[in-house]
């Protein structure tokens, strides 16, 4: 069992920046690829960003590409979201997740199924 807990959620201007949290428990962290997802209310929940066991790749959603970085601290048992040039639609509940499988493929990254384990979420508010 993997427990999952973000922090660093907030309210924010526009143009300003934020970096979420989140930290594991429950199993070796370095055998799990990592995700960010997120929720606006009524809305479906949509991938943001994944990161490999080992930190080397790296994936995004279109429209975060080069404003947001996922990153991961093996030795902190923590994956990172920071967040750059916000905009009122990023606001939303962002959730962390864990992948504990040996090999995903590509076209599975996205998928909320390919995770196993999701933290309680933490809100991020952008103003306009």
């Known amino acids: 069992q993997v427990q999952l807990v973000e922090s660093g959620g907030g309210l924010v201007q526009a143009g300003g920046s934020l970096r979420v949290s989140c930290a594991a428990s429950?199993?070796?962290?370095?055998?799990?690829?990592m995700g960010w997802f997120r929720q606006a209310p009524g809305k479906e929940r949509d991938f943001v960003a994944r990161i490999s066991r080992t930190g080397a790749s790296t994936y995004y959603v279109d429209s975060v590409k080069g404003r947001f970085t996922i990153s991961r601290d093996n030795a902190k048992n923590t994956v990172y979201l920071q967040m750059n040039s916000l905009k009122p639609e990023d606001t939303a509940v962002y959730y962390c997740a864990a992948d504990p499988a040996l090999f995903r493929s590509s076209a599975a990254h996205g998928m909320a199924s390919a995770y196993d384990y999701w933290g309680q979420g933490t809100q991020v508010t952008v103003s306009s």
């Open positions: 429950g199993r070796t962290f370095s055998s799990l690829a």
